[in-house]
């Protein structure tokens, strides 16, 4: 934005989280091809969660994965057919889905293995899930600027705190 907020950005714990354990939400994350877009442009999920494309436009589209680390998908989704459940079974930051049919179209998906994650607003702002004291390394990639230097966090009980990311043109 206009004061130097980057809007997608997925932002997430990338250590400090080994030594728990989490419960893999049931919902699905929802991607949504509507005006010939992908919408949200940006998700993040669980690994085990299931990722669920709907088609909401009245035509034709294709849901093509590009993982390195999981299985890839590349399925044709008429319009008003049902919504495609795809999972993720391992961490991955960020896999492409695209649309062969309508290049423009795209997103992107970031998996981890907990729920410490957020995508960036319009501003360039975000909130992770609150994190029990302990020192965490909080990582931020974006589709086109790549990774944003890896900032390590002391969060002691109970404290909120405050980073920025930089990412080069």
């Known amino acids: 934005d ?26 699905p994350v929802v991607l949504d091809q509507k005006g010939c877009n992908y919408t949200p442009r940006v998700v993040g999920m669980m690994t085990g969660q299931s990722l669920r494309v709907q088609n909401s436009d009245p035509t034709v589209h ?17 319009a008003g057919s049902k919504p495609l459940d795809i999972e993720m079974k391992r961490s991955e930051v960020l896999v492409a889905v695209k649309c062969d049919m309508h290049t ?5 998906v970031g998996i981890v ?23 965490y390394t909080v990582s931020a990639v974006h589709e086109v600027f790549g ?7 002391t969060i002691g009980d109970g404290e909120a705190q405050s980073i920025s990311f930089e990412f080069s043109k």
């Not at 294709?62 to 008429?78: D, E, G, I, L």
């Not at 423009?104 to 992107?108: C, E, K, S, V, Y």
């Open 104 to 108: 423009w179209m795209q997103a992107r």
């Open 113 to 135: 293995d907990h729920p410490f994650f957020a995508v960036t607003a319009a501003d360039g702002s975000f909130t992770l899930p609150k994190l029990a004291a302990g020192e």
């Open 62 to 78: 294709n849901v093509h994965t590009y993982p390195k680390r999981n299985r890839a998908s590349n399925v044709s989704q008429p």
């Open 2 to 27: 206009a004061n130097g907020g980057l809007q997608n950005v997925f932002v997430y714990v990338s250590k400090g989280t080994d030594a728990w354990t989490f419960t893999v939400p049931e919902e």
């Open 147 to 153: 990774k944003a230097s890896k900032q390590t966090i």
